[in-house]
């Protein structure tokens, strides 16, 4: 029970850890109005990594770690403030949980991701489907608390959705690759690298667009 509880806490911490540094720097490189999700969020796709190797005992770290990051943003001294901190820390969780639980149901945990049916019922579940109903559920949330205009809840909404869904797409099998175990990093230079890069470009071309 002891040993239970320690690697409890100590998966919990390396989450809040990774997660938040993910998720501060791109906050600081990434933002873009009007809302303040991000253009990609990588941290989905580690929370969702870290659900699927670690199983649903990190959800907790998942919520803190995006609650710090939205007291960082928007304090947490007033009404709106706080509900959405809460908000913020409880769709992290949500996007987490449904994109794990979509892929245990319909993928398989133990699926190696060799077959192309099953690689791109992980991107679909993981990614895109999973990211819908916690982006509606931010939106809702920032409207209803007068953070965002009607004519602003589209581009509010895809902005949620598409940061998410490329935070999944593009870090959850890095992370899965990277510490998924000896047959998993036999997969580095094909997969790992080539992501990687379409990270980079994507960034170049984010930071290249907002600057003009």
Same mark, same amino acid.
């Given at each position: 029970?002891?040993?239970?509880?320690?690697?409890?806490?100590?998966?919990?911490?390396? !989450?809040? !850890?990774?997660?938040?540094?993910?998720?501060?720097?791109?906050?600081?490189?990434?933002?873009?109005?009007?809302?303040?999700?991000?253009?990609?969020?990588?941290?989905?796709?580690?929370?969702?990594?870290?659900?699927?190797?670690?199983?649903?005992?990190? $959800?907790?770290? #998942?919520?803190?770690?995006?609650?710090?990051?939205? #007291?960082?943003?928007?304090?947490?001294?007033?009404?709106?403030?706080?509900?959405?901190?809460?908000?913020?820390?409880?769709?992290?969780?949500?996007?987490?949980?449904?994109?794990?639980?979509?892929?245990?149901?319909?993928?398989?945990?133990?699926?190696?991701?060799?077959?192309?049916?099953?690689?791109?019922?992980?991107? !679909?579940?993981?990614?895109?489907?999973?990211?819908? *109903?916690? /982006?509606?559920? /931010?939106?809702?949330?920032?409207?209803?608390?007068?953070?965002?205009?009607?004519?602003?809840?589209?581009?509010?909404?895809?902005?949620?959705?598409?940061?998410?869904?490329?935070? /999944?797409? $593009?870090?959850?099998?890095?992370?899965?690759?990277?510490?998924?175990?000896? #047959?998993?990093?036999?997969?580095? *230079?094909?997969?790992?690298?080539?992501?990687? #890069?379409?990270?980079?470009? $994507?960034?170049?071309?984010?930071?290249?667009?907002?600057?003009?």
């Amino acid at each position: 029970m002891t040993k239970k509880i320690i690697s409890f806490f100590i998966d919990n911490l390396i !989450l809040v !850890l990774a997660y938040y540094l993910a998720a501060h720097l791109s906050v600081n490189f990434l933002s873009a109005p009007p809302t303040h999700a991000t253009a990609i969020w990588p941290p989905t796709g580690i929370s969702l990594a870290a659900v699927l190797l670690r199983g649903y005992k990190v $959800l907790p770290a #998942i919520f803190v770690a995006d609650l710090i990051i939205a #007291i960082e943003i928007a304090g947490f001294s007033d009404f709106v403030a706080i509900m959405f901190s809460l908000m913020v820390g409880f769709q992290a969780m949500m996007t987490a949980w449904l994109g794990a639980y979509l892929i245990r149901r319909f993928v398989g945990i133990n699926n190696q991701l060799i077959d192309n049916k099953s690689i791109i019922l992980f991107f !679909l579940l993981g990614g895109p489907v999973s990211l819908v *109903v916690p /982006a509606a559920f /931010a939106l809702a949330v920032e409207y209803w608390l007068g953070m965002v205009e009607s004519n602003e809840i589209l581009l509010g909404f895809l902005t949620w959705w598409l940061g998410g869904t490329i935070g /999944a797409i $593009l870090f959850a099998p890095i992370i899965l690759i990277i510490f998924g175990g000896s #047959i998993q990093r036999t997969r580095i *230079v094909s997969i790992v690298v080539p992501l990687s #890069i379409v990270f980079v470009i $994507l960034v170049c071309l984010f930071s290249y667009t907002k600057d003009h």
